[in-house]
């Protein structure tokens, strides 16, 4: 398992809109069952994106030597956009929104009761790929291996895109009111923090993707 398609892969994890739904999921009944819904779709779709990304790479052959250098440029046209993404969050913060008082349960918590609704929201959240995502997949498709074998690590790169809802899913089933607390925390915590922490990961990932395509485009 490539060591670079782990690291774009917890970098392009945290994902707050899907925690978002998690947490609205959580505020309601019959939670394991939607939990189950909503990341089946999130994994059904986002491993079929991933599969046909590799299959791209696979017939473009990007790890041959002829290919090496599109390869790099491939990956520093995305690292870039990583690192012009970061600077525009950073230069445009949004003034922290002024605490509201609960008013019961709210039209979104009701919403998720809805079964459609959860499968619609599991593919349209995981159908756009992020570059980290695409980067990772990258680096499945580079290894001379045998292709299930790329398959089974493909599967390990979504659960690890997927742990922000695979984790709550998990501990609201076995511990639910424990897990429903440290939901809410890490929730309120990401509201505060998030755009920071997505502006740092922008740049890292967006920086690791230039260092490997200048590797590449130079080699």
Known sequence: MPS???T???LGSVYPPALAVAVAIAAGDKVRSRFAIFVSAAAVTTYAVGFAILEIFTAADLSSPKHQHSSGLLQLVI???LVLVGIYLQRHRRRPDKPKEPKGESKIERAMNSVPLLLLLGVTLYALPSPQFIGAVKAI???SVPEPRKLIQLLI???IMLWMIEVPAVGLAIFPEQAGRVLDRFNEWLARHGR???IVICYVAGVW???NGLIHATA
């Open 141 to 143: 498709s580079g290894q």
């Open 157 to 159: 790169v979504v659960a």
């Open 4 to 6: 670079q398609a782990i």
């Open 8 to 10: 774009l892969a917890l």
């Open 79 to 81: 690292g870039f956009a």
């Open 196 to 198: 920071t922490l997505l």
């Open 209 to 211: 993707m230039i260092v």
